[in-house]
Nanobody, 117 residues
Framework: QVQLVESGGGLVQAGGSLRLSCAASGSTSSRNDMGWYRQAPGKQRELVAVISSVGSINYADSVKGRFTISRDNAKNTVYLQMNSLKPEDTAVYYC???????????WGQGTQVTVSS
């Protein structure tokens, strides 16, 4: 089992910044992908950004140039620095971990990000 604990969500005005953190514990592999997804009311969950344990990164087009994902492998922690936030970034943000060679994804409990206009 893998446990993911997120922190850092909150309320911010448009143009502001927030930093999300997600710490993993339990049966984590040294080879995995960690990422962030988000789900707005009435919408499907969507990928925001993902980073592998070897450093490859992918971003959703909607956040490129504004969000930065990073990780500390020694701490099994992934971060999402969100700058120039927009009201459309409002959503519950979920941390995700996928060990390579497995089919089961792990999810955090979610953290609310609200951007006011």
């Amino acid at each position: 089992q893998v446990q993911l604990v997120e922190s850092g969500g909150g309320l911010v005005q448009a143009g502001g910044s927030l930093r999300l953190s997600c710490a993993a514990s339990g049966s984590t592999s040294s080879r995995n992908d960690m990422g962030w997804y988000r789900q707005a009311p009435g919408k499907q969950r969507e990928l925001v950004a993902v980073i592998s344990s070897v450093g490859s990164i992918n971003y959703a087009d909607s956040v490129k140039g504004r969000f930065t994902i990073s990780r500390d492998n020694a701490k099994n922690t992934v971060y999402l620095q969100m700058n120039s936030l927009k009201p459309e970034d409002t959503a519950v943000y979920y941390c995700n971990l996928q060990n390579w060679g497995t089919t089961r994804p792990y999810w955090g409990q979610g953290t609310q990000v609200t951007v006011s206009s």
